[in-house]
């Protein structure tokens, strides 16, 4: 592996896990471009559709987006819901509740929750009419921006909700690269815009899960790296039930057990190269990328990578 698998220990805080996470940068162009088309869409639109991973919900949410929102109505969804342990759906749903944030879940594969996503814009939108109609304006349909990281599932939402492609829709990052309104009956006008990443990540887990769930376009890492980071975020994940991944589930899965440094970690390395030499005829760089491709695609399970994170401790009373 080349000079971007040098790594770093990247503590959460709230699971305890501590995972080597390799260097991720990006910033391509064309979200720089879209980024300025973004904010001045914003000053158009009545209502921003959020689109998240449910395998990342944090991870996949913009710092910036607040700021951008302003007094505009706000509608969450985590999308491909079918990909995260069903328990876990309840515990983000309570976590987000208690920080006044309603949620819709959705799998825009399937076409799950797309019908409640679609009333719930429309009942922003009767809000709007209403305040329309009080200062003696006719009523229109509702304006809504779609927006996300790359790859989080926003156009295929919105080809279900219009029950035809009429935007680009593939599982990589940086198929939208242009916004583009879609009409939805006379109710709803849906804004897509290209997925919009931060201008850069100081967390590297959170980089780290962006890439795994191909979040991030494939420039911006070091597969091989990633793959590594990835078993040994396996391994620790095993600690928490909640993200549904199962004891042994490499070896089950490719014939080979995840051994054991001398210091308690995983040889993450070593079992990609023996992986390799039993799959890929030694071919390391094919490996790490069939690993990645059989999390993406959901065949080592519905897994999360992110869990609500548990609340800070209270502080202790200062001594009498």
């Not at 349909?141 to 926003?154: D, E, H, Q, T």
């Not at 023996?274 to 799959?279: L, M």
Request: a positive charge.
């Amino acid at each position: 592996m080349g000079d971007s698998a040098a790594v770093s220990p990247s503590p959460e805080p709230s699971t305890g896990l501590s995972v080597n996470a390799p260097a991720i940068q990006w910033y391509p162009g064309h979200i720089a471009k879209a980024e300025r088309a973004l904010r001045a869409a914003l000053a158009k639109v009545d209502l921003v559709i959020e689109v998240r991973d449910a395998r990342i919900p944090l991870a996949t949410g913009h710092p910036r987006l607040q700021r951008w929102i302003g007094s505009r109505q706000h509608l969450l969804v985590l999308n491909r819901v079918d990909m995260i342990p069903a328990p876990l759906r309840a515990e983000w749903t309570d976590w987000f509740r208690a920080r006044g944030q309603a949620l819709l879940w959705c799998d825009a594969k399937a076409g799950t929750g797309v019908k409640q996503l679609q009333q719930a814009a429309i009942r922003s939108g009767e809000a709007l009419n209403a305040r329309r109609l009080s200062r003696g304006m006719r009523p229109r349909s509702v304006r809504a921006l779609m927006l996300g990281f790359p790859n989080v599932g926003k156009s295929a939402l919105i080809n279900r909700l219009v029950r035809q492609k009429v935007v680009e829709s593939a599982r990589r990052a940086g198929v939208t690269r242009s916004l583009r309104w879609v009409r939805l009956g006379q109710d709803l006008d849906l804004l897509d815009a290209p997925g919009v990443l931060p201008p850069r990540l100081d967390d590297q887990l959170a980089a780290l899960r962006l890439a795994l769930c191909d979040d991030i376009g494939q420039a911006a890492y070091d597969s091989e790296a990633v793959a590594v980071a990835f078993i040994a975020l396996l391994s620790a994940l095993e600690a928490l039930p909640a993200a549904g991944v199962t004891a042994g589930l490499l070896e089950r899965r490719y014939g080979i057990a995840l051994g054991a440094l001398s210091s308690g970690a995983p040889d993450a390395e070593v079992w990609l190269a023996e992986a390799a030499e039993r799959h890929t005829s030694g071919d390391t760089l094919r490996m790490a990328t069939k690993l990645l491709d059989d999390f993406r695609c959901s065949r080592l399970g519905a897994i999360a990578l992110e869990l609500p994170p548990l609340p800070s401790p209270l502080p202790l009373p200062a001594a009498p």
